[in-house]
């Protein structure tokens, strides 16, 4: 069985930074694209970015490109996302996802891990 762990959230001020990391287990983790989402209190989970197995193609929602950077380590077995000029828009409990293929991630995702929070204070 997947597992999927995230770390690196917490409280920064608007325009700052932060890089979240989901660490991979029980499968071989360059099987699998992964995908990090997020839902703010009151709205649905929202797909923020994707990237393919072998981080050959990668997938940004508008609200985040040129900001946000997916990132992953398949010696790792760690998936990242690097939040750059951080809005207080951007709070959010951001989930890492798992799944066989970029069209799966980002339709619905196999594997999901518990949350991080992140809140940007302005």
């Known amino acids: 069985q997947v597992q999927l762990v995230e770390s690196g959230g917490g409280l920064v001020q608007a325009g700052g930074s932060l890089r979240l990391s989901c660490a991979f287990s029980?499968?071989?983790?360059?099987?699998?694209?992964m995908g990090w989402f997020r839902q703010a209190p009151g709205k649905e989970r929202e797909s923020v970015a994707a990237?393919?197995?072998?981080?050959?193609?990668?997938y940004y929602a508008d609200s985040v490109k040129g900001r946000f950077t997916v990132s992953r380590d398949n010696a790792k077995n760690t998936v990242y996302l690097q939040m750059n000029t951080l809005k207080p828009e951007d709070t959010a409990v951001y989930y890492c996802?798992?799944?066989?293929?970029?069209?799966?991630?980002?339709?619905?995702?196999?594997?999901w891990g518990q949350g991080t929070q992140v809140t940007v204070s302005s």
């Open positions: 029980g499968r071989t983790f360059s099987s699998y694209a």
């Open positions: 996802a798992a799944g066989s293929s970029l069209t799966v991630i980002r339709s619905a995702p196999t594997y």
């Open positions: 990237i393919s197995e072998l981080s050959r193609r990668s």
